[in-house]
């Protein structure tokens, strides 16, 4: 089986995307517009298609309808093939009543859902960032190095990190510090 069928996207819906207000007042980061029709969400999906990673979940809670009108209006893949791009909302369960208390946690929350599927690789996206990538390389990369995890990150300098997350890498390439 091709490497690419192995892999089940996980695309993160965003959350109150605070820094773009008023563009997110009535929809989360994902849903913003950009180059027309277009929204911040098409961007991860786009790469997906691009390196035939067909099967995708798209994880939403905060301001997410028009995001998730958007999703199911635009991606229908054909009726022959194992592809799909679905939504999994938020929700409260009988054995857990709290929405999703960030990224990891809708991951975790959503795990319910997407373990159902045969899937070796997960592949974690944000559904609110511009950029372009073959995530066949990416994939290819934690397969050859036999990761438990992989991360794709970009180097910035000292000005920039101020206003992000920053790794701090060891001599063998792993993460030494968050």
Partial sequence: MPLNEQVLALILGGGQGSRLFPLTLYRSKPAVP???K??????????CLNSEIRRMFVLTQFNSASLNRHVSQTYRMDLFSR???????AEQTPDNPNWFQGTADAVRQAERH???YDADYYLILAGDQ?????????IAA????KADITLAA???????ASSMGVFRFGPSGQIAAF
């Fill in 34 to 36: 950009i180059g027309g």
């Fill in 38 to 47: 277009y929204r911040l969400i098409d961007i991860p999906i786009s790469n």
């Fill in 83 to 89: 592809g799909f791009v679905e939504i999994l909302a």
């Fill in 114 to 116: 997407f373990v159902l």
């Fill in 130 to 138: 511009l950029y372009q990538m073959d995530y066949n390389d990416l």
């Fill in 142 to 145: 934690h397969v050859a190095s």
């Fill in 154 to 160: 970009l180097p910035v300098t000292t000005e920039e």
